[in-house]
Every structure is written in C-alpha cells, then in structure tokens.
C-alpha cells in the first residue's frame, strides 16, 4: 500500500491501524484470498509495491518467497526491515525506497512471479502505469500472478451514509474522483469494479478471482466491529460474503487476482463489459 504509505502518514500510527480490527480484517482477508492462487515452485520470487510496514512482505517469505518490499517511506522500510528481524526473515526480504511510478526502470522484465499491489492506485496519478509495469514485470510462467486491491466506490458511498452519518459525502462520493482516507486525512481516487477491469484488460491482465474485502463490516455499529471477541465470526463471515458478488460490490474494497493475458487474441475475445 505504498504510500497509503503517503508521504504524511506516520510508520507507527500505521502499525496500530494494522493491530485494530478493521486492520486486521483488511489484510486476513486479502491474503487469504490471495493465499488460494500463490504458484507452489520453489525459489518463487515477490515483489510488494507499497509494502507499507512489511504485512504481506512478512507472510510471503514465511511461505518462502524471496521478496522485494518497495515503499516511497524509509519509515515505513525500516519497520519492514525491523519486523522481518524479529521474525527471522531478514534473509528473504529486501526493501527498495522509491516512487512506485519508478516500476518499470527499477526491474527487469519477467523480475517476479507474484506481484502485490495493495491500496497503491488509488495514491498515483497514472494508475494504468502501473499496472502496465506490473504485467511487464511478471514472469511468463502459467502461475505467475498478481494481486491488486483498491477502494471501491460502493464502499465509500455507504460508509459515509452509514458509518458517518453524512449524507452529504455520500451523495458527492457517487461521482467524485477522490474522497477523504481517514488514516492520512488526504485525497485518494476510487474505483468500480468495472473501471478497474478495464484498466486491466488495457495492461494485458486477466482476471482470475474477483473479491471484496470486508463486505459489512464497515458498516456495523462502532462497538459492534471492534469487539475482538466478534473477530473469528467476523473473519468468517466476510470470507464467504466476499465471493459472492453481490456482497462484494459494496464492499470497502475491490481485490482482483490476475495474471499476464495468455494470447493477443484473448484481449479481444473477452474484453470486458463496460456498461457492468
């Protein structure tokens, strides 16, 4: 989530928001999703672009991955760095500081078998940038893969109304290019479901899975949805709304598993739905 992992957000302040429930929630749930599609080789390599404090960087070595962790934060960094120590991992993750938009000039094409682009997007100017680089950094083996995650616009719509209480906001964040992100207190875009398809198909990315990330638990009652006694049934109910589509459309975020498309011709076979 690289800088969601804005310039201003601060690596401790970050960490905490990691240990609550909303938190946590967001990265169980995004892994576990992930964790179905990770390629079983050996010597798999992994690159996170916008690790933030090192969460999914941590777990994909502990599976084995050899990992890059890319942040614009050297705060951020050194927590990586400082985690991955403690964990023993220090041997399976490298951290690069720079600017996400440096993609492309920072590796070697076909670098990565799996690539994270989690919360990244929606802090860019040119999204569809970096998904190019991400398809020309994946390797051309059938397992390499990607996962990307944004905020859905459905998400920030009900959780102003329901959440906050402002109807005003919901009603502006309907069309509005950005929206608030309390963490940093600054702007961030969102995104459909089916402008994110599109930007992928423009990158030659193909969908394989398509999540939501916590589907209802945004909008419970603030006691209700941090009460970690609640946090088990909570884990498993979003698991099994979050792949059902009609939860998963109003849900905070938008997770999509792709990989490389497999043949030019498939960019116009199956290109996606728009009006969707």
Not at 50 to 73: H, K, N, P, W
Not at 113 to 134: G, K, M, Q, W, Y
Not at 247 to 269: D, E, G, N
Request: some cysteine; aromatic content about 6%.
């Amino acid at each position: 989530m690289a800088s969601a992992h804005h310039p201003t957000i601060d690596a401790g302040a970050y960490t905490d928001y990691l240990r609550t429930v909303e938190g946590r929630l967001r990265a169980d749930l995004t892994w576990e999703n992930l964790r179905e599609f990770l390629p079983p080789k050996p010597q798999r390599r992994a690159l996170d672009v916008g690790c933030g404090t090192g969460e999914m960087a941590l777990r994909l070595a502990g599976l084995g991955f050899q990992v890059t962790a890319l942040d614009a934060s050297d705060a951020m960094l050194a927590e990586t760095k400082r985690t991955a120590a403690e964990a023993g991992l220090q041997a399976l993750i490298g951290v690069v500081c720079s600017n996400a938009e440096q993609l492309s000039n920072l590796f070697s094409p076909s670098s990565f078998d799996v690539i994270l682009c989690h919360n990244l997007l929606e802090f860019v100017d040119r999204p569809s940038e970096i998904l190019r680089a991400t398809e020309l950094l994946l390797a051309p083996s059938n397992d390499a893969l990607a996962s990307v995650i944004v905020r859905n616009r459905a998400g920030e719509v009900l959780s102003a109304a329901l959440k906050d209480c402002d109807l005003a906001a919901a009603e502006a964040n309907l069309t509005a290019p950005k929206v608030r992100a309390r963490l940093i207190e600054a702007p961030v875009s969102v995104f459909t479901p089916a402008e994110l398809r599109s930007m992928l198909f423009a990158a030659g990315l193909e969908v394989l899975a398509e999540c939501g990330v916590r589907a209802f638990s945004d909008y419970l009652p603030q006691e209700s949805a941090n009460d970690p006694a609640n946090y088990k049934r909570l884990l498993t109910l979003e698991q099994k709304l979050g792949k059902q589509p009609d939860f998963a459309a109003i849900a905070r975020y938008i997770q999509m598993i792709v990989r490389p498309m497999r043949s030019p011709a498939l960019r116009q076979k199956d290109k996606p739905d728009e009006r969707k």
